[in-house]
């Protein structure tokens, strides 16, 4: 049986106006700031975060560290499966765009950067919890994630990204808190100094499946490394200047989010790892419900099991047998 979904892509512009979609998945970090009484006052303090990142990562030519501005959209993508117009929002990223003041000039930056997938909250909050509780001491079942990642493969494939994007997506997260890095000697001129693991997290090995691999970077000024998933060559597929603008996107709602990691107030040691328990750390001046992400998580689980993942779920199952795997191209 062969089928070929069809592939759409939306775009947004995250700025102080974003109001999010009805559609979209509401346990990311953009959403989740854009809504309350400060949700103005919050995107403007993330926007600002984000340039003073930026600039202070991109000191060449720039000594008033005011040079450049970086815009965000959200790009969501949506799958039709039966190809009879009803599409889901499968899956969304963040692109940036480079603002170059002194020249007045845009330059594209990298899409990817945030992930959220509506599958991957179904793979964690429906399937691994469910297989935990009857399983509690057995390891996640062999096929996990398999299906989200062949459709973030065929996704990468699709006319739809190919005509959007140029170049494959780096996904940039914390590093997990179930792992230890180690400072090694590599020091990267924009990324930093890299740090390694013995030991793939289950974060790792599900976007492994994606066809993406992960390496651990913390650059210069940061106080923890963070995670990039990449499918080409990370070091040489991408200018300074766009994987500064992963950087400061990222890291900056990584402070938000996860500020006992990332806004601690001391540096990453030779030997890491990372702690939500840790007590001293700064808080930022952006209002952040995390308690509603995790609970939002479930519930966006059990949505696609109930929309996406039953509905089709003869067809996906048929799919992903047959589906031939191809090296992911830009």
Known sequence: MSNNFTCNINSIRFDENYQPANSTRLTTNFANLARGEQREDNLRKTLKMINNRFNALAIWDNPTADRY??????????????????????????????VDHKTNTRTEGIVGNSFS????DYDFSVVLLEHFDKNP???????????????????????????????LPVICLSVSTTKTYQRTTNEHPVLGVEYKQDEYSLTDDYF???????????????????????????????TDLELISTISTMETFQKIYRPEIYNANSAAGQVYQPSLTYQDYSLTQ?????????????????????????????????????????????
């Open 208 to 238: 492994h499946k994606m066809g993406l691999t992960v390496r651990y970077f913390m650059p210069k000024g940061s106080v923890a490394p963070l995670a990039f998933y990449f499918a080409g060559d990370l070091l040489s597929d991408y």
């Open 137 to 167: 001491s057995c390891p996640p079942p062999e096929d996990f994630g398999e299906l989200h990642g062949k459709l973030f493969q065929y996704l990468l494939n699709s006319d739809a990204y190919q005509a959007n994007f140029n170049k």
């Open 117 to 120: 997938s509506y599958v991957r």
């Open 69 to 98: 501005s970086v815009e965000v959209d959200i790009i969501s993508a949506e799958m039709d499966v039966e190809g009879n117009g009803d599409a889901f929002p499968v899956i969304e990223m963040l692109k940036t765009t480079i």
């Open 286 to 330: 952006v209002a952040y419900d995390r308690e509603e992400r995790s609970q939002l998580a479930v519930k966006q689980g059990k949505f696609t099991e109930e929309h996406f993942i039953k509905p089709y779920q003869e067809i996906l199952e048929n799919w992903a047998a047959n589906y031939d795997v191809k090296q992911i191209v830009a």
